[in-house]
Structure formats: C-alpha cells, structure tokens
C-alpha cells in the first residue's frame, strides 16, 4: 500500500482530501503546518508528498528541500492557486515532481498520484531502455504535447494563465515551432472552448479577396460573387478568430481589422448592413512586430490591440528535453496514418536526433518521423534511412544528455550538471532519468557537489 503525507493548513480541506485518498487504499497521514511535517519526513518514508505551496510557517519550496533531503525517492506534488503558479514552477525547477492548481476536483489528484507513484516505481527501466519517454499529456482535441523541459513548463504556465481571461494573445515563434497548436490549447482552456476556434493564414489571402475572407460579401458585389460568403470574422463569432503569421497583412486591411476589433463589428462587402461579433483575437508571427512598427510596416496602435499578452513559444532546440516527447508522439500519429506499426527509435537515431540543431522545429521533426515510418521495413526506425545531414549529426563531438553507453555515463553526468548549475533535478530530467537514479549514479561515481 502505498504511503502519502499531505501537508494542508485548511483542516476540512485535508480532512476531505485524506477520506477521499483512503477509500482508494491509500495509506494517508496529515500535517497541519511545515514545522508539524518535518518531524514525520524524517521518522517515515512517503511514497508521495501533497504540499500547499503556501504554510502558515513555511512556503513549500523550503519544506521541498526538507523532504529530498531525508528521502529523494518520494515524489512531491505542490498544490496552489493561480496566483502562486509561478511559486509551483519554481518548485518543480527545484525537483517536485508536479503541481495542481486549485480548485481541482478528485480525478485530478489521483491521476497525478498514480503518474507520480509510476514514474517512481519505473526508474530503472527508464535507465536501462532509452527509448521509454515519460508519458505524453496531451489535449485531445487538438493534439497539444506538454513537455518537460524549463521552457516547456513556462509556456504552458503562460498558456494556463491567459486561458480563462479575454485577453488578445499575440504568439511570437520560429516557424514550425507549433504556434497554432498553443493558440488551440489557448482556445480549448477558455471559457469560449464549446464555440469555433477558426485559424486564418494571414499570407495565404490574395490582397484583392482579403476583405471578403475576413468580413463576407453579399452576392453581386463584384465580379465573380455569385453567392453571399460568410467571412472569417462571422465564422469565429463566440469563439476564438487565430490570425497565423499576423505581419503579413497589407497596411490597408490592417486599418479594417483595427475598426472591427475597436468596434465589435463588421460590414460584409457590398452590404449596408452592420453586423455584431464576439471574438477573441490570438495573432502569431516569426517576425519581430515591434521592429516592423518602428519601420512603419505595421500599424502600432493595431501591434498594441494584438498584444494584451505575448507568449514567446521556444525553438526546438532549447527544448532537447522534450525532443523525444514529440518523436513517439508523432510516430504514433505516423503509425495511425499510414497504417504501420513502428515501434520506436535505435539507439544511434536518437543520438543523432539529439545532436541536430532542427531549424525547421516541430514541423521538420514531424515531417522526418513521418517519412521514417514510411520507410520503415523493421520494428524500429534506423539510422540509414534518416536524411544524411540528421544521419551526419549522429557523427558530431555535441553532448547529448541521455545515459547511451556505459563508458560515458560519468561524463554525461558531469556535463548535466554543470549545464543544469547543480541542480540534480533538472539535471535528471536533462538524463531522461528520474532523481533517485541520478542519487544512485552520484554515489557510485563517488560524484559530490
């Protein structure tokens, strides 16, 4: 039976909590406060601990360290508001294993229980199969991988903070980074979910129909309408209107978009009629926007509209820790589309994955996996049939972080470390190993810092 401790200064709160994880065959102890838990970190191992991020004594960070001190295998989970997420971030940075925001109903916290109970429970496996990821959470609807790294969590924080409001969002990325998968997320975490969510690819709109793309016609108002169009705008109405590479707009429909989102309103062509809307605008572009202000290239007073809120989605490249979280991801999307039933990756491909640079982010990793599975004859996707200049990439002196070989293991570890400034869990993470394991490895290679 497996043992949590939850640490909850609301007293019916952890009442409720504590009932609750008994009649799932929990073992359940409670503490009132950080000074009343220490004690009984250090008499008993916990599987599991559920820490307020905020005690009456102490914030949850302080006790975190309490705890991987007396045991590194327990697995924290950090409970907190909205308004303390950037606290819970910093927590995980420091080696929680998650947080969950309150309010948050029981499935929630005995779904995150069991993952953190199984990642525990798995970590020698992790170690000795490369190839075995942590478990991708995903939406749905719309296909949204969560990674793991220090870039991932803060845009997703970003993403979970916006969501509920009605604030423009402008999303600022490289292309392929996968700006329209975070502009969906945003949508389906609204209160506008259940509404349309209508992507629009601001420079694939001849200038000459642009007006009738976002606004609708009437039949007969030029040459070649011969049936009233329903525009953009119209088609998002109660949802969410995502305006992909935003900086490609002429400067003419630029001023008709800034009228329809001052005024909530808009006029199909060759219409007299007026017609209300209620959208939330998220923009997206590759370019700096701000510079195309200054060069006068962009309206500013429509730049300042769009941008209530800016989120930067990273490159893949400052997300290596993620790198395999998409692999299998899209291998399994691959293997669903074509009909195939490809296992994973060798060991030389995900080193030759780890060591490319990816200019073309999401959408090229996407695209190799694809092909791969195409090609595939055997279980497993092989170096000889990867591109050569992703091939070649397995060949370079770039570390990667991932324990391949033996021979290597201390260097890798070394190396983690160092990058990761000493910080053992994000360091684990940078392994693809789970902190016990690195605990382990430290002592064994008679490593201290």
């Not at 599991?48 to 924290?76: C, F, H, M, W, Y």
């Not at 000493?422 to 810092?449: C, E, F, H, P, V």
């Amino acid at each position: 039976m497996s043992k949590i401790l939850i640490v909850e200064d609301d007293v019916a709160f952890c009442t409720m909590l504590k009932t609750f994880l008994q009649k799932k065959d929990y073992e359940v102890v409670t503490a009132f406060s950080g000074n009343e838990a220490v004690p009984k970190i250090k008499q008993d191992v916990f599987d599991v601990v559920l820490a307020d991020v905020r005690l009456p004594d102490r914030d949850g960070i302080t006790l975190l360290e309490e705890i991987l001190k007396s045991n590194p295998s327990t697995q924290v989970i950090i409970m907190t508001g909205y308004a303390e997420i950037n606290m819970a971030v910093n927590a995980i940075k420091q080696g929680a294993f998650d947080y969950v925001s309150k309010p948050f109903n029981p499935d929630t916290i005995l779904q995150t229980i069991e993952k953190a109970l199984s990642a525990s429970s798995n970590a020698t496996h992790v170690l000795n199969q490369v190839k075995v990821v942590p478990k991708v959470t995903k939406n749905v609807n719309n296909s949204f991988v969560r990674g793991v790294s220090d870039a991932s969590k803060k845009l997703n924080e970003y993403v979970a903070l916006v969501a509920p409001t009605r604030m423009s969002v402008l999303i600022v990325g490289d292309s392929g980074t996968g700006k329209e998968y975070v502009a969906s997320s945003i949508h389906k975490s609204s209160k506008r979910s259940e509404k349309p969510f209508v992507p629009v690819d601001c420079g694939a709109i001849p200038k000459e129909i642009a007006s009738s793309e976002f606004f609708g016609h009437i039949k007969g108002s030029f040459t070649g309408a011969v049936n009233d169009k329903v525009g953009h705008f119209e088609a998002a109405n109660g949802g969410t209107l995502f305006l992909d590479e935003i900086g490609n707009l002429g400067y003419e429909l630029q001023v008709q978009l800034l009228r329809a989102l001052q005024e909530r309103k808009i006029k199909p062509v060759g219409s007299n009629k007026e017609i209300e809307v209620d959208i939330r605008v998220i923009a997206a572009t590759n370019e700096d926007l701000s510079n195309a202000v200054k060069e006068g290239d962009f309206r500013e007073d429509l730049y300042h509209r769009l941008n209530e809120f800016t989120i930067k989605v990273p490159p893949l490249k400052d997300r290596i820790e993620d790198l395999m979280l998409f692999a299998n991801h899209f291998l399994e999307e691959s293997n669903m589309e074509l009909d195939k039933n490809v296992v994973g990756f060798t060991d030389e491909v995900l080193e030759a994955f780890k060591k490319y640079d990816w200019p073309g982010n999401l959408r090229e990793l996407k695209n190799i996996v694809k092909r791969s599975v195409l090609l595939s004859q055997k279980d497993m996707i092989t170096l000889d049939i990867l591109p050569t200049d992703i091939a070649n990439a397995s060949k370079s002196t770039k570390h990667t972080y991932g324990l391949f070989k033996n021979q290597n293991e201390q260097e890798l570890i070394l190396d983690a470390l160092e990058k990761a400034n000493g910080n053992k869990a994000k360091a684990a993470r940078m392994l693809s190993i789970d902190r016990k394991t690195l605990y382990n490895k430290l002592k064994q290679y008679d490593i201290s810092l």
